[in-house]
């Protein structure tokens, strides 16, 4: 059972950038599929990005596309989420992902593990 942590989330204004990071909680996690995704408040959890068990192949949400960026470092067993340019509507709780198996998903469903959360406010 891979457990999951965040952390990095806190309030920004918007235009800054802020780094959000996600540790694992084993080694198999170098063999994982990983993604963030969020959730606003009374909204549907949604996709946000997703990286390969190799680091090299990554998908974002249109809504992210150009300002995030996710990256991985398996040695470290983390997966990190760098947002810049940030928004308002990007306020959300964030939540770090993973895949037992299989290749980079953008659905909820796809995703076996999930962290608790960190919350990322984004004022005018």
């Known amino acids: 059972q891979v457990q999951l942590v965040e952390s990095g989330g806190g309030l920004v204004q918007a235009g800054g950038s802020l780094n959000l990071s996600c540790a694992a909680s084993?080694?198999?996690?170098?063999?994982?599929?990983m993604a963030w995704f969020r959730q606003a408040p009374g909204k549907e959890r949604e996709f946000v990005a997703a990286?390969?068990?190799?680091?090299?192949?990554?998908v974002y949400a249109d809504s992210v596309k150009g300002r995030f960026s996710i990256s991985r470092d398996n040695a470290e067993t983390s997966v990190y989420l760098r947002m810049s340019s940030l928004k308002p509507e990007d306020t959300a709780v964030y939540y770090c992902?993973?895949?037992?198996?299989?290749?980079?998903?953008?659905?909820?469903?796809?995703?076996?593990?999930w962290g608790q959360g960190t919350q990322v406010t984004v004022s005018p």
């Open positions: 992902a993973a895949r037992y198996a299989g290749v980079v998903a953008t659905t909820r469903g796809e995703y076996d593990y």
């Open positions: 084993e080694r198999a996690f170098g063999n994982y599929p």
């Open positions: 990286i390969d068990w190799s680091g090299t192949r990554t």
